[in-house]
């Protein structure tokens, strides 16, 4: 069954230190990768995403992702956290060559940013 | 893209009541989502819904519990029928984000967040 894992349910961190959220899915030929982000009582927040190209992606805020085939690894980085940071992070996956779509998310991780 | 508004932002409903959810794209797309988010927990996608079919529901959820509407391209409603405290939750909508690369990116809105007593 395809799936997505998110390996650290919480991380915590100092602020302006490096951070890196880890998240595997399972093996497919085509698949689509995101990161969104979660504020307490808000929606969801496209961080980026990977459709093609580069492996490298930048998003919105200062995040990238790689995009690791062979490890079936799709990890958030951060080079140097701010308190506004702290929030709930989840990797979504799209499969299929048809692309329907449907996202399968991972369980998420809460990111917390400490002073 | 597409922003995405839903109503009720929230609701507190009685056991065995029904509520309907609304949600409005601000442009035409071709696929509207509906996930659930259980306290604490990740979203799981309840169903698909497309212009001029029925939605397409995933495992573990079916039509009468949660009947969706999808009248036109910019708006679709969730009814949460016969509620029960386990249907408790945040209820997402989301959205492609139209054009021609619809399908490689979704858009969400707010969420309504449900408790049932």
């Known amino acids: 069954a395809q799936s997505v894992t998110q390996l650290d349910s919480q991380v915590p961190v100092f602020e302006e230190a490096p951070v890196e959220l880890r998240c595997n899915y399972s093996?497919?030929?085509?698949?689509?990768l995101f990161w969104y982000v979660q504020y307490p009582n808000q929606g969801l927040q496209l961080l980026l995403k990977y459709l093609s190209g580069s492996t490298l992606v930048k998003g919105i805020n200062g995040f990238e992702a790689e995009f690791n085939k062979s490890q079936t690894s799709f990890h958030l980085r951060k080079p140097s956290v701010h308190i506004s940071d702290t929030a709930e992070y989840f990797c979504?996956?799209?499969?299929?060559?048809?692309?329907?779509?449907?996202?399968?998310f991972g369980q998420g991780t809460t990111l917390q940013v400490k002073p | 893209s597409a922003v995405i508004s839903q109503k009720p932002s929230r609701d507190i409903c009685q056991r065995g009541t029904s509520l309907t959810i609304q949600c409005q794209v601000d442009s035409q797309v071709t696929m509207m989502f509906w996930y659930r988010q259980q306290p604490g927990q990740s979203l799981t996608l309840i169903a698909t819904a497309n212009q001029g079919s029925e939605a397409t529901y995933e495992s573990g959820f079916v039509i009468d519990k949660f009947p969706i509407s999808r009248p036109n391209l910019t708006f679709s409603t969730l009814t949460v029928s016969n509620m029960s405290p386990e249907d408790s939750s945040i209820y997402l909508c989301s959205s492609d984000g139209g054009g021609a690369l619809a399908l490689n990116e979704q858009f969400f809105g707010p969420g309504t967040r449900l408790t049932v007593l």
């Open positions: 979504a996956v799209s499969y299929g060559s048809g692309n329907t779509g449907k996202l399968i």
């Open positions: 093996s497919s030929v085509s698949v689509y």
